[in-house]
């Protein structure tokens, strides 16, 4: 069969580079790609919100299964639009509708969500531009530490702790004044917890679903996790400090309500969807909903798998999902991020890329990478992700760090401390 990747990222790369492997695939496209996709199938240059565009591609390579990567094309309705066109109607899309995707795309919607069907999550408290004065009495009766999130997509940069009441009123200041577009004209004040974060997984039709190894991923831009909030500068799988009956926690307080709850709403859900988790003790929190597989964490959960990803989307898009098997392999995953100098905030693109040697036990995976002039360039933040799968994290690590010194680009950074609190 004949199938479309949709998006540019690591997590693209990493789907595109699990689904070449499969017997079912005959021809693999991505659209956009990057620098690295065109290594396991062909770049189409169209960018993952054109629907026109992708509607082309999809009738004219006979497209039998649409992937899609990223959140923006979800939340836009790139699902729906393939349901309402004569055309497309039949291409099944993995990933969720319009509908579904407000779990992602409205942080407050996500909340009134899990406050109806009982899905342990933060105390919150959203409001609108006008509202600053409000939302300053109400931080002010609360304790710092201050969490503000800005209500729609903001590309994993729309969330600010504030230690002082002073810093969070600056940041609604700049949320309210379009620091994020629509996306921060909203904002929810959410209360602070205190415990470890976990990213967990599930793959569903709406009614059945498998759950896919759990991840850690470090988000802060400085080493011991200071600095800006970005997208994710490294992560790990399995995560260590979580035992089979906390699994089973997450399953029965969380997963089961979650697609119970979206059943009962009447909303489709046919894709990933991604819990950001909070242990506090023994006990899972909520922090967020994703409507699609994460990314650092993609990198170091898909080479863990044993059993073909494009056989499981087959089943998924013939509701016969409860027929798959996933098998995951022992062994664990590290992945370390390269950024250009400067991300999550301003930084220069076009710094060639140069990788001296072949690169050994480890996986390359682009993201913002493309090729000009038969160049190899920086074209993002996040530049590429050096995952590898060993029987340690010592010896996983062991190789990223080993190899990080083969590949080089002007304002390269990464952090060096991936790990160090496990």
């Given at each position: 069969?004949n ?9 693209e ?5 699990k ?36 509607k082309e591609?999809?009738?004219d ?18 699902g ?14 993995i990933?969720?509708g ?6 992602e ?27 600053y ?6 931080l002010?009766?609360?304790?710092p ?5 800005a209500?729609?997509l903001a590309?994993g ?18 949320f309210?004044g379009?620091?994020?577009g629509e996306?921060?004209?909203?904002v929810?004040v ?16 709406g ?19 200071t ?6 500068m ?9 035992d089979?009956?906390f ?34 003790e023994?006990?899972p ?25 494009l ?10 999902l409860?027929?798959?098997?996933l ?9 370390v991020?390269?950024a ?5 905030g ?27 002039n ?9 530049v590429?992700a050096?995952?590898s799968?060993?029987l ?13 010194g ?17």
């Open positions: 069969m199938v479309l990747v949709i998006g540019s990222g690591g997590r790369h990493t789907l595109a580079w689904i070449s492997q499969s017997p079912h695939l005959t021809k693999l496209y991505i659209a956009p790609g990057n620098g690295g996709t065109w290594e396991v199938g062909e770049n189409i240059n169209v960018k993952d919100t054109d629907f026109g565009g992708i591609i999809v009738i390579k006979q497209i039998d299964m649409v992937v899609v990567g990223p959140e923006e094309p979800l939340v836009k309705g790139i729906d639009f393939f349901k309402e066109d004569p055309e497309l109607r039949e291409v099944p899309v990933g969720s319009r509908m579904g995707a407000r779990l795309g409205s942080k407050e919607f996500a909340h009134r969500f899990m406050e109806k069907y009982r899905i342990p999550t933060p105390g919150y408290k959203s409001f609108s531009e006008g509202q004065e409000e939302a300053v009495n109400y002010d009766g609360l304790t530490p201050y969490v503000l999130k209500d729609g590309a940069k729309g969330v600010v702790i504030s230690e002082t009441l002073r810093e969070a009123r600056d940041t609604l200041k700049e309210f379009g620091k994020f996306a921060s004209k909203k929810v959410e209360d602070y917890l205190e415990g470890r974060e976990l990213s967990v997984f599930v793959l569903t039709d009614e059945n679903y498998k759950m896919f190894p759990l991840a850690k991923d470090y988000k802060r831009a400085g080493e011991k996790d600095g800006s909030n970005t997208g994710g490294g992560s790990l799988s399995p995560v260590t400090y979580v089979e009956s699994i089973e926690k997450i399953e029965e307080k969380i997963v089961k309500p979650t697609i119970g709850g979206l059943r009962q709403e009447g909303i489709p859900y046919k894709g990933f969807l991604y819990f950001g988790l909070m242990k506090i023994d006990e929190y909520v922090l967020e909903y994703n409507i699609r597989m994460g990314d650092p964490e993609a990198q170091v959960v898909i080479p863990r798998m044993k059993s073909d990803l056989e499981a989307f087959i089943a998924l898009s013939n509701n016969k409860h027929d798959y098997t098998e995951i392999d022992d062994s664990v995953a590290a992945a991020i390269l250009s100098e400067g991300y999550p301003e930084y220069e693109k076009g710094k060639e890329i140069s990788i001296s040697v072949p690169l050994e036990q480890v996986h390359l995976f682009h993201a913002g990478t493309a090729y000009d038969g160049r190899l360039v920086t074209s993002g933040g996040r590429m050096v995952a799968v060993a340690t994290f010592e010896k996983a690590l062991a190789f990223i760090y080993e190899q990080i083969q590949i080089d680009f002007e304002g390269k950074y990464f952090r060096k401390d991936i790990g160090y609190d496990i």
